[in-house]
């Protein structure tokens, strides 16, 4: 995998494929834990709950502290890392389903949205009011709502995007074996790669060696 990195998310554990980050949104980064989405080179960087939190951790969304309690505490609970992949699986496909519908300028499908709201609700249910510094908003704890903790940023996310992103600038990497989500910051919304130095440069090398081959034949 072109776009994957090699990220030692514990100490003293051996280094894991992670994807590249890629974007600065949360939740697109999360669509990106699985690569290749609806290609023949789909593969997924998450294979139960303990990449979930892993992957959190990759992202800066949380803390090592934070990363190993909940480490300690989904793995000491029978059931604990499979919920938690499960939910972050989901929420990951249906976050996707919305994105590339919306980034089409579709209406998002009814199904996908009435998914979501049943996971929002879930996780408000599990969250606390708080006021502070950034004024109301809701507050999830790892040890009494690890799901809600770790994917109820991502759902945020994602609202935040849809809020005041412009679709047009909602994109995909067109290389084939990749599908990356990211948004384009850029002046002139002129990306087309989710990386140059990855997918980019590949494009780049194999015009070239077309060209070759056509100037030799
Ligand atoms: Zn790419």
């Not at 939910?87 to 976050?95: D, K, S």
């Not at 074996?177 to 590949?202: E, I, L, P």
Request: aromatic residues 12%.
């Amino acid at each position: 995998m072109s776009n994957s990195v090699y990220a030692r998310v514990r100490p003293g554990r051996a280094p894991k494929p992670m994807p590249s980050l890629v974007t600065d949104e949360l939740c697109l980064n999360f669509l990106n834990s699985l690569n290749g989405r609806d290609t023949a080179f789909e593969s997924d960087f998450l294979t139960g709950g303990e990449d979930v939190v892993d992957f959190m951790r990759h992202a800066g969304a949380i803390d090592l502290p934070t990363a190993e309690a909940l480490h300690h505490q989904l793995a000491g609970r029978k059931g604990g890392y499979t919920r938690l992949y499960k939910r972050a699986v989901e929420i990951r496909e249906i976050l996707a389903a919305l994105f590339f519908c919306l980034r089409q300028d579709q209406a998002p499908a009814a199904e996908d949205v009435a998914a979501l709201d049943g996971y929002w609700q879930e996780f408000i249910a599990d969250g606390a009011l708080v006021y502070d510094a950034a004024g109301f908003h809701r507050i999830w704890r790892p040890e009494t709502a690890p799901a809600a903790f770790l994917l109820g940023p991502v759902i945020r996310s994602f609202f935040d995007l849809t809020a005041v992103g412009d679709w047009r600038r909602m994109k995909a990497c067109p290389a084939e074996d990749c599908h990356f989500a990211f948004y384009d910051h850029s002046k002139n919304n002129s990306r087309v790669w989710c990386q140059m130095a990855t997918c980019g440069n590949r494009a780049k090398v194999r015009r070239f060696t077309r060209r070759q081959k056509r100037r030799a034949g």
